[in-house]
């Protein structure tokens, strides 16, 4: 069976930082365009980050509230999907949300089970 599991997320305060990884399993992520998502309570799921699965070629996209602060980074040969959060808000706290996306086949969509970040004092 395809698995994505995420890891890394828990509790800190303001202006610290965090590090989420996403493990892939059952599928090869050399094909996949790969992104994190963020939902808090009584919001719509929005996408955080994005990378191409292009090795020529690897663009990454931020959403413009965490440009600047958050950094996505993929690794093929080891199934995992980084994504770096430095100067944490409050406004970041959310479950956080693993996506693995087929460049083609785009029907092949996958999801984490999601983990907890809370920003605070």
């Known amino acids: 069976q395809v698995m994505l599991v995420e890891s890394g997320g828990g509790l800190v305060q303001p202006g610290g930082s965090l590090r989420l990884s996403c493990k892939a399993s059952?599928?090869?992520?050399?094909?996949?365009?790969m992104a994190w998502y963020r939902q808090s309570p009584g919001n719509q799921r929005e996408l955080v980050s994005e990378?191409?699965?292009?090795?020529?070629?690897?663009?990454?996209n931020y959403a413009a509230s965490v440009q600047g602060r958050f950094t996505i980074s993929r690794n093929n040969a080891r199934s995992t999907v980084d994504l770096q959060m430095n100067s944490l808000k409050p406004e970041d706290t959310a479950v956080y949300y693993c996506?693995?996306?087929?460049?083609?086949?785009?029907?092949?969509?996958?999801w984490g089970q999601g983990t907890q970040v809370t920003v605070s004092s």
């Open positions: 990378i191409t699965s292009d090795p020529k070629n690897t663009r990454a």
């Open positions: 996506n693995a996306k087929h460049r083609i086949s785009n029907e092949r969509t996958y």
């Open positions: 059952g599928i090869s992520l050399t094909f996949y365009d």
